[in-house]
Nanobody, 124 residues
């Protein structure tokens, strides 16, 4: 049984920073990992992905240059450092894992395991 548990998030001011983390338990942790988000009234959207080694990354255009995804295999965690936050970054952020490790994935249905989500609110 693979479980993902997000932590961090909370409230930030415009231009500020927040860090969300995802702890993975069960399984082998040889997964491709991703972060998605869902704003109120919108569909869940891709934010960032990292391969199972933690060496290759991919970002949505909306966060490129501001967010950084990282993976620490020794402690089975995946982090998303969010900088220069904007009100449009307000959303519930979800951690996800995929058993497909050959390519980085950006679609919701390519991921097999999901966390419960953590709220990020950016105040202007």
């Amino acid at each position: 049984q693979v479980t993902l548990a997000e932590s961090g998030g909370g409230l930030a001011q415009v231009g500020g920073s927040l860090r969300v983390s995802c702890a993975v338990s069960g399984g082998t942790f040889s997964y491709g990992m991703g972060w998605f988000r869902r704003a109120t009234g919108k569909e869940r959207e891709f934010v960032a992905a990292i391969d199972w080694r933690g060496t290759n990354t991919l970002y949505a255009d909306s966060v490129k240059g501001r967010f950084i995804i990282s993976k620490e295999n020794r402690v089975n965690t995946v982090d998303l450092q969010m900088n220069s936050l904007q009100p449009e970054d307000t959303a519930v952020y979800y951690c996800a894992a995929t058993e497909t490790v050959t390519t980085l994935k950006t679609r919701v249905h390519d991921y097999h395991y999901w966390g419960q989500g953590t709220q990020v609110f950016v105040s202007s």
